[in-house]
């Protein structure tokens, strides 16, 4: 389905992410610090990517990675945190979804699940023969 990127320093949370993820048929790449995620994301190119906003993400390079800029395709990005304060940087950081983190990753998959539909109807259909 789609190729996501999660940023996490939890390692026990990414586990679960990852296998939830990968059971929707995702392929799932995890980060637990900045500076290796930025490299996957140059690497594997991501649908979409997943960010605990508590890692402490210096802004400048999620805009430049995942905002479009700088010649860098847009990335949807799913903010997912466990507290309420963190909601800004949803909006400082243009994300296309927030999540409260909870035992219940029902949200979490819909969220991912809309900003993926979403980012697919904006992109063009492929059209034609071949093995797509």
């Not at 940023?7 to 990414?14: G, P, S, T, V, Y």
């Not at 960010?51 to 997912?80: A, K, S, T, Y």
Request: proline share 5%; aromatic share 6%.
């Amino acid at each position: 389905m789609a190729r996501i990127l999660i940023i996490d320093e939890d390692e026990h949370l990414c586990t679960l992410y990852q296998m939830e993820l990968a059971e929707e048929g995702h392929e799932v790449i995890v980060a637990h610090d900045w500076a290796s995620a930025a490299g996957l994301a140059m690497r594997h190119q991501p649908d979409l990517v997943m960010i605990e906003p508590e890692l402490h993400c210096p802004r400048v390079d999620l805009q430049r990675v995942f905002g479009g800029e700088g010649g860098c395709p847009r990335v949807p990005v799913v903010i997912n945190t466990g507290y309420y304060s963190a909601a800004w940087v949803g909006v400082s950081c243009r994300a296309d979804a927030w999540v409260l983190k909870s035992g219940n990753l029902g949200p979490l998959k819909a969220a991912i699940r809309g900003v993926l539909r979403g980012a697919r109807r904006k992109t063009p259909a492929r059209t034609g023969g071949g093995d797509d």
